[in-house]
C-alpha cells in the first residue's frame, strides 16, 4: 500500500472513531527511500473529554502507519489559537488538513 493510502486509512480510522470537526498532519518522517513512516496529527473534536479520546485513539486504532495525535475540543482549540505563539497557532499555520467537515 502507498504512503498516501495508508495515510488516508488511518484518518478514516480516526474520523470513524471520534467523529472530528478536523484532522491536521503537521509533522511526518519518511525513510530515505521516501515512504512515509510516522506522522503527528492533530484532531480537533466537537466537545466531550479530549483526553479520553486520544487515549481511545491510541487503543482502538492499528495503523501500519506510527502516529502521534494531539486531540483538542473546539472550545479549547479556539482558546489556544488566540495566543499567536501558541503550538497550536503553529500547527494551524504548517498544518495540512486532512478532514474537515463544517
Known sequence: MKSEEILNCLRDEIVRTANPRRILL????????G????V???VIINDGDSRQVEQRLYVEIESELA???LVYT???WKKLLENKM???TH???I????YEVD
Open 40 to 42: 503527528k496529527l492533530c
Open 91 to 93: 500547527i494551524q499555520e
Open 67 to 69: 502516529f502521534d495525535v
Open 95 to 98: 498544518g495540512r488538513v486532512l
Open 26 to 33: 503537521f509533522s511526518h518522517k519518511q525513510s530515505p527511500a
Open 86 to 88: 501558541s503550538f497550536a
Open 35 to 38: 515512504e512515509l513512516q510516522s
Open 74 to 76: 473546539v472550545g479549547e
